[in-house]
């Protein structure tokens, strides 16, 4: 059986690990925040009401994607594109094309960010490679004016992250929303995280300052991996409710 990705992909692994995919989310959900196009969200108003719950449904589409069988990936994929269809004919316009291409580039951005935080750094291939797996997904959703390669995505990266970017009352509710869903220690746990996966653009313009505390942590949480017990971590990011969908997110040893 032909899959989308293949089994032996660096992207499983990136996406086959719970604490990855919370780094990923973490510097994600930084940069959505100062994206120019994060009123689509508020349209339909499912970030700011659940931004937990938004994050599940994300990565159960990711998962669809990753670890699906091609055919299945691809329709997850159209899936996707379906649902942003009905968006844009709800409300009257289309979703411009830099902001479905920032959404993608962030997965790719912070696919590798999280994973070398985590673990170790990537070869150029393997960057190649997550490149080249985020790439399909774009395309299959007809996506225009993606980079053929990831040399070249740097570069369009940087263009989105000068042009696309800017502190506004949708970011300051965000975090407000962040602030009140997680509770105070963890908004605080989240802010750290986002310190240590997102690029200095949005760092700075979200006027992060401090070095993050939680970075001399990074060496004894990899050793707490061998004797099974980085559930604290994870326990610490987000509520105890949610334990059995974090525990589900892990899929590779």
């Known amino acids: 059986m032909e899959y989308f990705v293949k089994k032996e992909s660096i992207v499983r692994k990136i996406w086959g690990r719970s ?146 970017l800017e502190f506004s009352n949708y970011t300051k509710d965000l975090f407000k929303q962040y602030r009140k869903h997680l509770g105070v220690v963890r908004y605080k746990a989240l802010i750290e995280a986002q310190k240590l996966v997102a690029p200095e653009i949005v760092k700075d313009r979200l006027d992060f300052g401090q070095l993050p505390w939680l970075k001399p942590a990074i060496p004894l949480y990899k050793f707490s991996r061998k004797m099974k017990i980085d559930w604290i971590l994870r326990n610490l990011l987000l509520p105890s409710t949610y334990k059995k969908q974090i525990d589900s997110l892990d899929m590779v040893d």
Do not use: C
């Open 19 to 164: 604490d990855t995919i919370l780094f990923i989310f973490a510097g994600a959900s930084a940069e959505f925040a100062l994206n120019k196009a994060v009123d689509w969200l508020y349209y339909t108003g499912k970030l700011p009401s659940d931004p937990i719950g938004r994050l599940f449904s994300t990565v159960h589409y990711a998962r669809a994607i990753v670890f699906a069988p091609m055919e299945e990936a691809y329709g997850a994929i159209e899936q996707i594109y379906e649902i942003h269809s009905a968006l844009e004919e709800k409300r009257g316009y289309k979703i411009p094309d830099w902001a479905y291409r920032d959404v993608l580039y962030m997965l790719i951005y912070y696919s590798i960010s999280a994973y070398e935080l985590l673990n170790e750094k990537l070869s150029r291939e393997e960057k190649e490679e997550a490149y080249d797996v985020f790439f399909r997904v774009g395309d299959g959703m007809g996506l225009k004016d993606l980079p053929n390669d990831y040399n070249s995505w740097l570069v369009s990266r940087q263009l989105h992250l000068k042009n696309d």
